[in-house]
């Protein structure tokens, strides 16, 4: 296994219109997170699952925003409509806290997809 | 919750020389840290992490940090930049028990010239 993988790695929009990303965490890790990087900050957390639950939400995860992980491997993050102000570059991130000593909550990050809305 | 203040956004430096990128953390519980580097147009790459120890932790390409518990530091070093050092560097933060989310700071980019 080679990480955490992210595709699109870019993508480029219409305001109103819907996305879907996707993430595939390293295989053995059952932590997968979603944070949202915006020009000359850091990243910002989005949501956070546990295998298939969903266990956390920020309050920037606002209503046109969905997240899923049906069967506790590859997640999707929908935006629904999306508009100007969602532009910025979404990383996933995966991490195990299962029998990996030394690695207690250490994420390690895909390369993101960075949308561009228009 | 924890906070993370990276105290200089942008370090010029000259290659061979030293650098310090700082960064303080607030927290009212245990925490881990760690730092993350950025190259343009990526994702970030883990540099080095404090779980519990040795204060002072190394990564393979020569940094190194050490928490300060009293001054609640986490401060990153290098002896010798090289050119290929320049990116941007995250430090960011988590409670130490139970699952937790990384809080990060805003990022200091390090700018190595010739």
Redesign the interface.
């Known amino acids: 296994d080679t990480g955490?993988s992210?595709n699109p790695r870019h993508k480029i929009t219409k305001r109103g219109q819907n996305v879907t990303f996707r993430c595939d965490p390293i295989s053995e890790h059952n932590?997968l997170?979603w944070?949202r990087q915006t020009l000359?900050?850091?990243?910002?957390?989005l949501t956070?699952f546990?295998n298939e639950a969903q266990?956390?939400k920020s309050r920037l995860l606002s209503d046109r925003f969905s997240a899923e992980r049906p069967k506790g491997s590859f997640s999707t993050l929908e935006i629904q409509r999306t508009e100007q102000g969602d532009s910025a570059m979404y990383?996933c991130?995966s991490s195990s806290?299962i029998g990996l000593a030394?690695e207690?909550?250490?994420?390690?990050?895909?390369?993101?997809t960075?949308l561009t809305v228009l | 919750a924890q906070s993370v203040t990276q105290l200089d956004s942008q370090v010029p430096v000259f290659e061979e020389a030293p650098v310090e990128l700082r960064c303080n953390y607030s927290s009212s519980v245990s925490v881990y840290l760690f730092w993350y580097v950025q190259y343009p147009n990526q994702g970030l790459q883990l540099l080095l992490k404090y779980l519990s120890g040795s204060t002072l932790v190394e990564s393979i390409n020569g940094f190194e940090a050490e928490f300060n518990k009293s001054q609640t530091s986490f401060h990153l070093r290098k002896p010798s930049v090289h050119i290929s050092d320049t990116a941007e560097y995250f430090c960011a933060v988590t409670k130490n028990s139970g699952y937790s989310t990384l809080t990060f700071g805003k990022g200091t980019m390090l700018l190595v010239s010739p």
């Open positions: 955490v992210q932590r997170y944070y000359g900050q850091g990243p910002e957390f956070y546990q266990l956390e990383l991130a806290r030394g207690t909550d250490t994420q390690y990050f895909g390369p993101g960075r």
